[in-house]
Each structure stands twice: as C-alpha cells, then as structure tokens.
Nanobody, 124 residues
C-alpha cells in the first residue's frame, strides 16, 4: 500500500483547505490513519488520527478547526482545515498502519506507511 497526500496550497488566513490521503495498491480497511505536519525548523507534530473503524484523536489546540474523516469506498482519508492561521503553515503528511492502539495514534513511530507530504502555506 502506498499513500498519496494532496490538496495543499497557498491560502489566506481564515480560508479553508481539504487535504486528501489516497491509498493505492491496497486498502486502508483495518488501518489507522493520521495526519502530521512539519513546519520549517520544527519537529514533526501530530495533527489528528483516526482508527478503524472510526474513533478519532486530535491535537488539543486544533480541535474545532480541523476534522478528519474517511471514505471507505475510495480508500481516502480527508483532513478538513477551517479558519486557517499562518501558524498552520507546514508540510502535511499522512501516515497509516494497522494495529495501533488509541494511545499511540499521536506517535509518529507507530506508523509504517507515509505519504510524500503536501505543502500548506497560510498568508496573513
């Protein structure tokens, strides 16, 4: 299974974006999927994760603005980002793995599959 992240771009503060993570070569059935982000000069950080079949975990500061969802028919996981801020500027990565317990959703080393990243830039 390979992951392809897309949907990033240059937007203004307050705008919305929806990122997509599409799996090819297999199915995401049974997989936990998460979004991480990495801003220039900073560590990669957890954004949000979704277990199979659907429990979610969010980075506390992003609750209410970011929403994760999955479409089982298209093997796609989405990240809806609203009210974007300049500090949301980063490369966003999707990651997936099976057999992740809820408490490990936010741990990058839990994930075996990674997409290539998509750049999100929010101007003020």
């Amino acid at each position: 299974v390979q992951l392809q992240a897309s949907g990033g771009g240059l937007v203004q503060a307050g705008d919305s974006l929806r990122l997509s993570c599409v799996a090819s070569g297999g199915t995401l059935s049974g997989y936990s999927v998460a979004w991480f982000r990495q801003a220039p000069g900073k560590e990669r950080e957890f954004v949000v994760g979704i277990r199979w079949p659907g429990s979610t975990a969010y980075e506390d500061s992003l609750k209410g603005r970011f929403t994760i969802s999955r479409d089982r028919t298209t093997n796609t996981v989405y990240l809806q980002m609203n009210s974007l801020k300049p500090e949301d500027t980063a490369v966003y990565y999707c990651a997936a793995s099976s057999r992740i317990i809820y408490s490990q959703l936010g741990v990058a080393s839990s994930y075996k599959l990674w997409g290539q990243g998509t750049q999100v830039t929010v101007s003020s």
